[in-house]
């Protein structure tokens, strides 16, 4: 279940006439947030993404399911099932909305930090490297 404050600020990216993609921006970004604040983990940056996006079609915003040959049969069906999940207005099982949370948190927690090491480059990763090691000796840990 998506945060109100973010249900908001995708309606009010809505009213402002911003396109579906800005919307469902909102989703990712709270997807990502739950990811650095350690609330579940995600094996990569894109499943983030497609959790956040996911989230957006089941909260109503009108983001289409992608075409054939853009992504897999099985993304493409679970997007169609979540923008008719949104016109159903149906609430998602219990036995499933546990079994996500589950798999969600034996996920690891470093796919929100790795597209931001990508773009760091090798200078700028070994510099993060050496200061988190100058903090984890202070820690004594």
Sequence with gaps: M???ETVER???DKREGKAPSTQA???VREEIHHIR?????????????AIGL???RRAGVKLPAPKKGKASAKTRRSARLALKRARS???PSATRSRAIRAALRREGRSAAAQKAARTKGPRGQAAAARKAARTRARRGG
């Design 89 to 91: 207005r149906k609430k």
């Design 25 to 27: 921006g909102e989703f």
């Design 54 to 56: 996911s989230k957006a």
């Design 37 to 49: 604040e350690g609330k579940h983990g995600a094996q990569s940056t894109e499943q983030a993404i």
């Design 10 to 12: 995708a309606e009010e």
């Design 2 to 4: 998506p945060e109100k």
